[in-house]
Nanobody, 125 residues
Framework: QVQLVESGGGLVQAGDSLRLSCAAS????????MAWFRQAPGKEREFVAA????????YYADSVKGRFTISRDNAKNTVYLQMNALKPEDTAVYSC??????????????????WGQGTQVTVSS
C-alpha cells in the first residue's frame, strides 16, 4: 500500500517555473515506477512523465519534453516534477501515480494502482 500526497502547485505566469513534489508513504517506494499525469477541465487524464524505480530512465510526453524534468529521491520517498517555460495549456490538476512493486508501467493511467489527490497548476498568459 502506498499513499501519495502532492504539493507545489499554484498560479504562475507563462514562462515561469514550478516544482511539484509527491511524497509517498511506505517502505516499498523505491520499488515503484512513478509517474505524473494531468487533467484539464473537460479533458481526459493525460500522461506527463514517468521514472523507473532506480531513477535511471525517464519518459516524457511530447508536449512537455525539453521543459519538464521528473526526478526522485528514494531516501526521501519523494518524486518531483520540475516544470519550466510553463504555457497556459499546461494548466491542469497534476497527480502523481504509482504502479506496483517492480512493475513496469507506461503512459496508460489504468496501469497505476495508487494516486494522489492532485495539485492545481494554473498558468496565465
Amino acid at each position: 500500500q502506498v499513499q501519495l500526497v502532492e504539493s507545489g502547485g499554484g498560479l504562475v505566469q507563462a514562462g515561469d517555473s514550478l516544482r511539484l513534489s509527491c511524497a509517498a508513504s511506505g517502505r516499498t517506494f523505491r520499488t515503484y515506477h512513478m509517474a505524473w499525469f494531468r487533467q484539464a477541465p473537460g479533458k481526459e487524464r493525460e500522461f506527463v512523465a514517468a521514472i523507473t524505480w532506480s531513477g535511471g530512465s525517464t519518459y516524457y510526453a511530447d508536449s512537455v519534453k525539453g521543459r519538464f524534468t521528473i526526478s526522485r529521491d528514494n531516501a526521501k520517498n519523494t518524486v518531483y516534477l520540475q516544470m519550466n517555460a510553463l504555457k497556459p495549456e499546461d494548466t491542469a490538476v497534476y497527480s502523481c501515480a504509482a504502479g506496483g512493486p517492480y512493475t513496469i508501467t507506461g503512459p496508460n493511467p489504468s496501469e497505476y494502482n495508487y494516486w494522489g489527490q492532485g495539485t492545481q497548476v494554473t498558468v496565465s498568459s
